[in-house]
């Protein structure tokens, strides 16, 4: 028996249905991220043996397909996006625990440093009403835009076309849309919180205590894609080398076949 752990264990409910009699009873455990498998072994910590962890995956190849110039085109047209503006891009979905809200008071700051910063929120959420009133209230309107829900398609196009991905959330289980931009060659910066810091590099990271560091590192990693000092190339091998499903699931085979044995 194999039993895959693909939320928190810090999670109640989860807590719940993996009490002593069951976790205990399997062959392997498999855990996303480091951190998860962490805080199950101080539950349960007979289970060090059996317990693995394997990364999220994903088709990596998909997101580092550079995008067709026509396809650019349309999109830019369609959401009135200058290219020659440096995007930082923002993701939904647009809830209270992914934070989008609490970057904006950053915003002025960030153009401050750098005027040719331009923030696309891309997706949909309850909160999106809200994050619009704030960006009014501080004067942001010339220097956002909201596309809404976006196809697949599009998202890709939004990757390719922007400097830098800020991603907010202080918890989260997966990290999907950190491995799709890094395999799209785009740099993210994130929380130094798992499981973010088991997939964004240290020099992208900031302190939930600290979270003014967003904007210094914001704007160097736009001068450093400017001056061409990030490789894209290095950011899209990394994230298919960790990530890529054909690779992942090479090793989940490996294991499945090693329990059967």
């Known amino acids: 028996i194999i039993l895959p752990i693909i939320a928190s264990i810090s999670n109640p409910i989860i ?52 995008p067709k110039i026509e396809d650019i085109d349309k999109f830019t047209q369609k959401y009135d996006l200058h290219r020659d503006k440096d995007i930082i891009l923002i993701l939904g979905p647009f809830i209270p625990r992914k934070m989008q809200k609490e970057l904006i008071p950053l915003f002025p700051k960030i153009i401050q440093k750098n005027s040719n910063s331009y923030f696309l929120f891309c997706g949909e959420g309850p909160t999106l009403t ?5 960006i009014i209230s501080y004067r942001l309107e010339d220097y956002s835009s909201f596309t809404g829900y976006v196809s697949e398609e599009e998202l890709y196009i939004a990757y390719h076309i922007s400097s830098v991905l800020i991603y907010p959330a202080e918890s989260g289980s997966f990290g999907t849309p950190i491995i799709e931009a890094l395999a799209s060659g785009l740099p993210v910066i994130a929380a130094d919180k798992p499981p973010m810091n088991e997939i964004v590099s240290k020099e992208y990271l900031y302190s939930i205590e600290n979270k003014e560091q967003i904007v210094d590192i914001v704007v160097s990693t736009i001068e450093k894609r400017k ?14 080398k960790e990530h890529h499903h054909s690779l992942v699931g090479k090793k989940i085979l490996k294991l499945y076949e090693k329990v059967i044995e």
């Open 130 to 134: 809200s994050i619009k009133e704030k």
């Open 15 to 66: 807590a719940y249905f993996l009490k002593k009699e069951h976790i205990e009873c399997v062959d392997q455990v498999i855990y996303t991220n480091n951190k998860s498998k962490e805080k199950s072994l101080k539950l349960f910590p007979n289970t060090e043996n059996r317990s693995i962890v394997i990364p999220l995956s994903i088709d990596c190849t998909k997101f580092s397909q550079i």
């Open 227 to 240: 001056k061409e000092d990030i490789s894209i190339f290095d950011l899209k091998k990394d994230a298919i």
